[in-house]
Nanobody, 117 residues
Framework: QVQLVESGGGLVQPGGSLRLSCAAS????????MGWYRRAPGRQRELVALIYASGGTHYADAVKGRFTISKDNTINTMYLQMDRLGPWDTAVYYC???????????WGQGTQVTVSS
């Protein structure tokens, strides 16, 4: 069974930073594509960033230059460093994993990020 456990959300002031973590178990991890999505109130879930097994990355235009996705294959953990946060970044952030060995997609439970003064 694949499990994804997110942490690191919270309340931050505009211009501040947060780092989200997603600990994965039950999949190959190093062979998987992983990413972060978010859902803001009243909006559909949207892609934030992806990181491929090769280490290549993809970012949504809205976060380019402010967010950095990375992963540590030695501890099966993915990160999202979020800098220069604004109120528009307020959302529930979800960890995503596409498992190569299981040929399925998996989601974490979500972690709330609130940017407000």
């Amino acid at each position: 069974q694949v499990q994804l456990v997110e942490s690191g959300g919270g309340l931050v002031q505009p211009g501040g930073s947060l780092r989200l973590s997603c600990a994965a178990s039950g999949s190959g991890f190093s062979t998987d594509t992983m990413g972060w999505y978010r859902r803001a109130p009243g909006r559909q879930r949207e892609l934030v960033a992806l990181i491929y097994a090769s280490g290549g990355t993809h970012y949504a235009d809205a976060v380019k230059g402010r967010f950095t996705i990375s992963k540590d294959n030695t501890i099966n953990t993915m990160y999202l460093q979020m800098d220069r946060l604004g109120p528009w970044d307020t959302a529930v952030y979800y960890c995503y994993l596409n498992s190569l060995i299981r040929a399925s997609d998996y989601w974490g439970q979500g972690t709330q990020v609130t940017v407000s003064s």
